[in-house]
């Protein structure tokens, strides 16, 4: 009972003893493996064992095993194997074959478990999966090609590129590539770009055709890729395809000018960023500066609603325009009247032709070629100039060239209250059309709200400085001085002589006084019919854009896409709107700007063409009507209507002309009516219906020679003019008839009509003859000095009489030379009695006898008429005549008839008295 109850006591310190030794114990015996950091293992794709690095190994043993630790252990495809238990070492083993291509790496977590079932820290083992050489490299492409100018050794023509699905280094990088086409002057190197090895022709061969190997770094090669290299000729950056010329028939509408057209870039030598084409229709004839065949000048302003209060400075030379006759005049062009000036001529214009006060609204317009001269900067070449007259140079208003600017100036006159003020007086434009040596039209219009320039037809717009505006005081007060207006120089008044003269060419100069020319007129006058036209807008590609000048003889097309600019250039096209144009070539440039990706310009060079404008059937203008008038004395003396049924009649081509029936759409832009002999100005005259001429805006000028009558209308309209148009006569007595002349044209006198005359007779009345007055005897029948008197003659009008005369044979031809003896006996005493007897009757009938010639008539007698009068009369019958003119100069008719009264109700008989035409 003592030992239980000494035990009893002893057991909670043995216990607690024990327990401490067991602790003691059970840290002593915990297995460590033995690393530092983690483990590190190869294996190859084949699986087996990993080789990993440290071994593995485990302390405080034994170790009964390892474990894999891994949450996701049941997808790791390793396990772990012990192999001592003393030393505690184990092995990791791969469960099956890896594909180092799917998965290169894996983290396996491994424990120690010693055998007492205690379980170590947990460490990674990284196992890197070992590649093997199983895949042979692959090319990117199924084939390459490229391309490589001659002549050159380029850096690089292509490259090829192939990959190898092993994923290691060893066995995935491609180590090499390899040409195995033999003699070939080509190279590869490791990175798969070919270059040439020697200068390539292209007539030699145009392509290559080469065979490539890759090679991985584990020595595997990969299947031969074929590489095509074309070889370029030498690249030139040209339009290419371009019609050298084009075939255009009036009528047919826009034809297409370069329908193949391309342009060939070299985007080795310069990579595109911005292409700029340009087509120009190049003409250099004035007028609406593309037209060959146009209208005047006169006649363009008249059909574009050009205020008629416009002033012609320079007009066509004639009698009436002294001014411009001594200028030298630019011959063949059809547009009117240009005139050259050489630096050293000028004109004064008179002061009754254009008021020199031009209001504070005014137009100044002109066509201008011009050139630079010289390099003076401050010589003038004045165009428009009115200055002091004597005694001062001041220049008042001046249009005037000064180092390539056109320069307007305009000084104020002087005001009191205006003094002291400082406002703009001069307008320089800094513009390259004004010395491009082309034609161009310009006008200046001046009002309250300040200047404008339209130039061509389009408004300037205002840049920086440009127009540089001057300002100044206004001129000085000077009564006693006058102004001079003068074109192509300036005059000056203390020199009496003209200066600034100007070398170039003018036409159309016109002033517009009290009044601005509206803008719609100024661009039609630069209209074409023949221009360029556009493509249709929905060609356009983004980033493109096309633009045309105002007289459409230029295209402007400009963008980034090449391709697209190609299209464009392909569907310009030529129009020519006349109906009948002049034929001929019209000469056609393409030029190109590009600009390359480092900013450099390059010009691509030009390509010329050529639009050959074929003729057409010329139209036929023909004038008819009523060519011959009888008018009576008191009709002349009040106006005949000279023209009063003409007709015009145009014909296309070789179609009978038809008289124009209600309004006809052709237009002629002239009729002259000429008179020869001149008009005597004394008691003749030729009048136009005035108001309806100004209503027509058609131009007129009469002389003693005739009238002309110009501008551009509607043939009905010439037909109604020309009908107005009449012939007064004051002394109708003195004229047979009157012979006038009308020919019509169009297109500026290209074509012309034929040559109508119409003929006014004037209609005479009848000489009266008293009872007891004699016939009047022929004035020209000569008395000879040896005659004897005769019987006067008789001439019967009975048609009995003649007709039985007429049927009588040889049997009557000895009465018949005696009754011509008888009569010659007569006649020679009957001329005196006449010649007294015409005195008379002139004096009478003074107005009447003064129609007359003295021509002399001769009268032929039917002598078998005679022979019938002497059996059957037996005496001497008296002669009456009266005579009517018909509407021949060279012809008249006398009408005779007995004295009886009851032949007189018979018809009588017309015998014809011939004019002498020697007289």
């Not at 001269?373 to 001041?394: G, I, M, S």
Request: aromatic letters at 6%.
């Amino acid at each position: 009972m003592k030992c239980q109850g000494t035990v009893g006591r002893l057991n909670p310190i043995l216990l607690v003893t024990i327990l401490w030794l067991s602790l003691v114990l059970a840290k002593n015996t915990v297995p460590v493996l033995v690393v530092s950091g983690i483990y590190h293992g190869i294996v190859g794709e084949n699986g087996g064992i990993v080789d990993v690095t440290p071994e593995i190994r485990a302390e405080n043993g034994p170790i009964c095993g390892y474990r894999i630790v891994n949450t996701h252990k049941g997808k790791i495809p390793f396990e772990v194997f012990m192999l001592d238990q003393e030393v505690g070492t184990a092995q990791l083993n791969a469960r099956h074959p890896l594909n180092c291509e799917e998965k290169k790496n894996y983290v396996v977590t491994i424990a120690a478990v010693s055998c007492a079932g205690i379980v170590s820290e947990s460490v990674e083992v990284h196992v890197t999966v070992k590649d093997v050489n199983e895949y042979i490299p692959e090319w990117s492409e199924e084939e390459y090609s490229g391309q490589v100018e001659e002549g050159e050794l380029a850096e690089a023509i292509l490259r090829v590129s192939a990959t190898d699905r092993d994923c290691s280094p060893t066995f995935g990088d491609i180590c090499q590539y390899t040409i195995s086409s033999p003699d070939q002057p080509f190279q590869v190197d490791q990175h798969g770009v070919i270059t040439n090895t020697a200068p390539l022709s292209a007539q030699e061969s145009r392509s290559h055709v080469l065979s490539v190997i890759a090679t991985d770094c584990g020595g595997k090669e990969s299947s031969p890729v074929l590489v095509t290299i074309t070889v370029l000729p030498k690249c030139q950056t040209s339009w290419a395809d371009v019609s050298t010329s084009m075939t255009y028939i009036p009528g047919t509408g826009p034809q297409p000018i370069f329908p193949a057209a391309h342009l060939t870039l070299c985007p080795a030598v310069c990579p595109t960023a911005h292409l700029e084409t340009t087509l120009t229709l190049h003409t250099d004839h004035v007028g609406v500066g593309c037209d060959r065949d146009t209208y005047s000048l006169a006649s363009q302003r008249k059909m574009c609603g050009a205020s008629s209060q416009a002033v012609e400075l320079l007009p066509a030379q004639s009698e009436e325009t002294p001014w411009v006759n001594n200028l030298n005049t630019d011959l063949g062009r059809e547009a009117g009247p240009v005139y050259q000036f050489d630096g050293s001529n000028g004109v004064i214009i008179p002061e009754s032709v254009l008021a020199h006060n031009l209001g504070s609204e005014f137009t100044i317009s002109t066509w201008m070629k011009h050139e630079r001269q010289t390099n003076d900067k401050h010589l003038k070449e004045q165009l428009v100039c009115l200055a002091d007259d004597h005694r001062k140079n001041r220049h008042h208003t001046s249009l005037f060239v000064r180092n390539c600017k056109l320069v307007l100036l305009l000084r104020r006159d002087y005001k009191e209250d205006e003094r002291n003020v400082f406002k703009p007086a001069e307008w320089r434009w800094s513009i390259p059309q004004v010395c491009d040596n082309r034609w161009h039209h310009y006008a200046v219009s001046v009002s309250s709200q300040g200047v404008e320039l339209t130039l061509d037809g389009e408004l300037w717009q205002p840049e920086n400085n440009n127009p540089e505006v001057i300002d100044d005081w206004p001129l000085h007060p000077a009564a006693d001085l006058k102004t001079t207006l003068a074109v192509g120089a300036c005059w000056h008044g203390s020199d009496l002589k003209m200066k600034h003269s100007l070398r170039g060419y003018l036409a159309g100069l016109s002033i517009l006084p009290g009044k601005r020319e509206h803008s719609e007129v100024l661009k039609c006058l630069v209209q074409c019919s023949e221009s360029l036209q556009l493509p249709a807008t929905n060609l356009l590609e983004p980033g493109m854009e096309m633009v045309t000048n105002s007289h459409g003889s230029q295209v402007t097309i400009d963008g980034e896409d090449a391709e697209n600019m190609n299209q464009l250039v392909r569907q310009v096209a030529y129009l020519n709107t006349r109906e009948f144009p002049a034929p001929g070539r019209r000469r056609l440039e393409l030029s190109t700007a590009i600009t390359c990706i480092d900013g450099t310009k390059r010009i691509v060079p030009s390509a010329i063409s050529g639009i050959l404008v074929l003729s057409v059937p010329q139209p036929t203008i023909t004038i008819s009507g009523t060519e011959n008038i009888s008018r009576v004395y008191d009709a002349f003396k009040r106006g005949v209507r000279i023209f009063s049924d003409m007709r015009i009649s145009v014909s296309k081509g070789t179609e009978e002309a038809e008289p124009v029936a209600g309004v006809n759409m052709d237009k002629v832009d002239k009729c002259t009516i000429s008179v020869f002999p001149p008009l005597n100005p004394d008691h003749e005259e030729i009048k136009l219906p005035v108001l309806m001429l100004k209503s027509l805006k058609l131009g007129n000028s009469i002389t003693g020679n005739g009238v002309e009558i110009s501008g551009a209308d509607m043939i009905y309209n010439y037909e109604q003019v020309i009908r107005q148009v009449t012939y007064t006569n004051k002394k109708p007595a003195y004229y047979l008839n009157r012979q006038f002349k009308i020919v019509c044209s169009e297109l500026n006198q290209r074509f012309t009509s034929n040559e109508y005359v119409q003929t006014l007779t004037v209609i005479h009345p009848p000489v009266s003859v008293s009872e007891n007055m004699l016939p009047i005897q022929p004035a020209h029948h000569q008395l000879s000095q040896h005659g004897a008197e005769m019987p006067s003659a008789h001439i019967s009008s009975d048609h009995q009489y003649l007709s039985m005369g007429q049927t009588q044979g040889h049997a009557v031809v000895v009465v018949v030379v005696v009754c011509v003896g008888l009569l010659f006996s007569v006649l020679a005493v009957g001329v005196v009695r006449l010649r007294a007897a015409h005195k008379r009757a002139l004096r009478e009938e003074a107005e009447v006898e003064m129609a007359w010639d003295d021509a002399a008539l001769n009268i032929t007698v039917n002598p078998l008429e005679e022979t019938t009068e002497c059996r059957a009369m037996g005496g001497e019958k008296s002669i009456e005549s009266d005579m009517d003119q018909d509407s021949s100069d060279d012809e008249m008719y006398v009408e005779e008839t007995s004295d009886d009264d009851d032949e007189e109700d018979e018809a009588p008989t017309r015998h014809r008295l011939e004019w002498d035409d020697g007289l």
